[in-house]
């Protein structure tokens, strides 16, 4: 069994990475695009995050943290959000 571990960020980030990467990459597996089931398991675990003060925990397990990683080379300039 994989290892959960938790990717966290800004609320602002969080929101903005829903928005701008996970929720679109969920709407385009609808579309029969390929990875179908991880990307709405990714999208199910976003909307599943944990708050902490200012912070917002998005728990993935390997095979989830690749696929946002390589929806994230197709957008550069969100992925500088989880750097701060």
Known sequence: MAAWEPLWMTAAAWQALRDGVVEPAAR?????AAGLRERLALRDTWA???RDGERVGVFLTPELAGVLAGLLDEHPELARLLAG
Not at 28 to 32: C, I, P, Q
Request: aromatic letters at 0%.
């Open 28 to 32: 385009d597996a609808g579309a029969g």
């Open 48 to 50: 599943d995050a944990r």
